[in-house]
């Protein structure tokens, strides 16, 4: 049984550019969760998704950022415009029900983006 | 807006010797928390969870102590190993697991 898949898992990209960070789930998890981590800190909650819902986004940047969990396919964490700020590991965790007393969020590997 | 913080940020421990690493929460409506690993380079790996109705959880060579007085947070690590340096963060929630806040991390470091 997979884990959690993210890709990819190092990414270089331009100021102005775009990225896409793409998160698989593990088989049989409808609950996906992106934390950003900058180096040295903690994880920091940016968005919850249910399959083609946004549950709690509260902790996503007004602009440029968004994020979709289709109904099939990954989970896709879309950064537009990038800025150097946006230098960071993205993870992605998932879970197979909302209220995650009883279990625990399995984290991917992150993706590392670099912004030249 | 409240936050979970660690007391220590570094942590050097002789190989054998037990380890506490310790997690101060502000959220008095905090109750459900998560101890994760996270090795160089890979994502965070879950270590042992408590619920508030609960001041103490032990697994394997792994304790973790709440003390819902103090809001503080431990998690101790016996005869330590080299293989359990990482950084070790604390994480709660009080959302029915909606939103996980995270304290910026204790990195151990275990000599031989």
Known sequence: ??????????????????????????????????????????????????KENIIDESGMPKERFSAEFPKEGPSILRIQQV???DSAAYFCASSPRSGIKLGELFFGEGSRLTVL | GESVGL????????????????CAYSNSASDYFIWYKQESGKGPQFIIDIR???????????TVLLNKTVKHLSLQIAATQPGDSAVYFCAETSNYGQNFVFGPGTRLSVLP
């Open chain 1, 1 to 50: 049984n997979a884990g959690v898949m993210q890709n990819p898992r190092h990414l270089v990209r331009r100021r102005g550019q775009e990225a896409r960070l793409r998160c698989s789930p593990m088989k049989g998890h409808s609950h996906v969760y992106w934390y950003r981590q900058l180096p040295e800190e903690g994880l920091k909650f940016m968005v919850y998704l249910q």
């Open chain 1, 83 to 85: 800025v150097r700020g």
């Open chain 2, 7 to 22: 007391h220590l940020p570094t942590l050097s421990v002789q190989e054998g010797d037990n380890s506490i690493i310790n």
């Open chain 2, 52 to 62: 508030s109705n609960m001041d103490k959880r032990q697994g394997q060579r792994v």
